[in-house]
């Protein structure tokens, strides 16, 4: 399985961008895939999952801000992202999890995904 995340880039606060993650190797109903970020100096945190199933999780710090969209089509998840804040500057990578959870707590969790993609960046200018 790899996943490909792109579609990051400079964008000025309050401003919107698109992630995508392609995935290959499963079909994208078949995984959970998470996105999580890693700012300067930070470490690695949660943003947003979506299951199997189609229940989507988000950290609280983005919610109403952010929304994860799956394409059966195009084997691809999408993270749009509005009204940007400089804080939220980081690499973001995308992830899957082949195994099935039955609680958000492990959605959340970076060790609970199996694949990685190999991050894009985000910058978030004031």
């Known amino acids: 399985v790899q996943l490909q995340a792109s579609g990051g880039g400079s964008v000025q606060a309050g401003g919107s961008l698109r992630l995508s993650c392609a995935v290959s190797g499963r079909t994208i109903g078949s995984v959970a895939v998470g996105w999580f970020r890693r700012a300067p100096g930070k470490e690695r945190e949660f943003v947003v999952a979506i299951t199997t199933g189609g229940t989507r999780y988000y950290a609280g710090s983005v919610s109403g801000r952010i929304a994860i969209l799956r394409s059966n089509a195009e084997n691809t998840v999408y993270l749009q992202m509005n009204s940007l804040k400089p804080e939220e500057t980081a690499v973001y990578y995308c992830?899957?999890?082949?195994?099935?959870?039955?609680?958000?707590?492990?959605?959340?969790?970076?060790?609970?995904?199996?694949?990685w993609g190999q991050g894009t960046q985000v910058t978030v200018s004031s």
């Open positions: 992830a899957a999890a082949g195994r099935r959870y039955s609680n958000r707590n492990s959605f959340t969790q970076a060790q609970k995904y199996d694949y």
